[in-house]
């Protein structure tokens, strides 16, 4: 049971926006940054969305995040191929003094 | 060019110890925080441990609290992980991490290292 909860699949035609859900508490989210990794299979992580809503360099902008409260989103628009992937939300826990993730969500691309 | 490379990885019997290492290149090692993160095969990812970049504030999930020793040696631009008693529910990949930007954010991570643990 992971800390942050994810939904496990989300799915999309090529060209749609697809939004990815990571629900939090006051000791995680709501107390501290977001970040986002992109995982292609049998590939590291990526680092996709940093402190809720910056891209770093070279990410499309396609993909933006945000933040409210205990939530965060991550949000692909003009959903392409390349972007069939797993997605981890992840933050600091104060409560925990550890780094929690999100169980990861598997995007698809019908 | 930057990039993080781990080694130390392999079979070890439940109980075993194993040393991991990341080796960093191609930016200043001294000046980034560090973390190790593991994957269990077709599971998601799991925090591990955190070190600051003069090594003087450490964290550990709990899972691993007590077994496992997070280190660093920044005149040999190397991060190191001693694992100790291990389990099977250790199994994984290891990834070394350079804390790059605000936030906590890791924006190099290395190929990974597999650890199997099993009898």
């Known amino acids: 049971q992971s800390v942050l909860t994810q939904p496990p699949s989300a799915s999309g035609t090529p060209g749609q926006r697809v939004t990815i859900s990571c629900s939090g508490s006051?000791?995680?989210?709501?107390?501290?940054?977001v970040n986002w990794y992109q995982q292609l299979p049998g590939t590291a992580p990526k680092l996709l969305i940093f402190?809720?809503?910056q891209r770093p360099s070279g990410v499309p902008d396609r993909f933006s995040g945000s933040k409210s409260g205990t939530s965060a989103s991550l949000a692909i628009s003009g959903l392409q191929s390349e972007d069939e992937a797993d997605y981890y939300c992840?933050?600091?826990?104060?409560?925990?003094?550890?780094?929690?993730f999100g169980g990861g969500t598997k995007v698809t691309v019908l | 060019q930057v990039q993080l490379v781990e080694s130390g990885g392999g079979l070890v019997k439940p109980g075993g110890s194993l040393r991991l290492s990341c080796a960093a290149s191609?930016?200043?090692?001294?000046?980034?925080?560090m973390r190790w993160i593991r994957q269990a095969p077709g599971k998601g990812l799991e925090w591990v441990s955190y070190?600051?970049?003069?090594?003087?504030?450490?964290y550990y999930a709990d899972s691993v609290k007590g077994r496992f020793t997070i280190s660093r040696d920044n005149a040999k631009n190397s991060l190191y992980l001693q694992m100790s008693s291990l389990r099977a529910e250790d199994t994984a990949v290891y990834y070394c991490?350079?804390?790059?930007?605000?936030?906590?954010?890791?924006?190099?991570w290395g190929q990974g290292t597999m650890v199997t643990v099993s009898s």
């Open positions: 070190i600051s970049s003069s090594g003087s504030t450490i």
């Open positions: 191609g930016f200043t090692f001294s000046d980034y925080y």
């Open positions: 992840t933050t600091w826990d104060d409560s925990l003094s550890g780094q929690v």
């Open positions: 006051s000791s995680n989210i709501g107390s501290n940054s």
């Open positions: 402190s809720n809503n």
């Open positions: 991490a350079r804390e790059g930007l605000s936030g906590g954010a890791c924006d190099i």
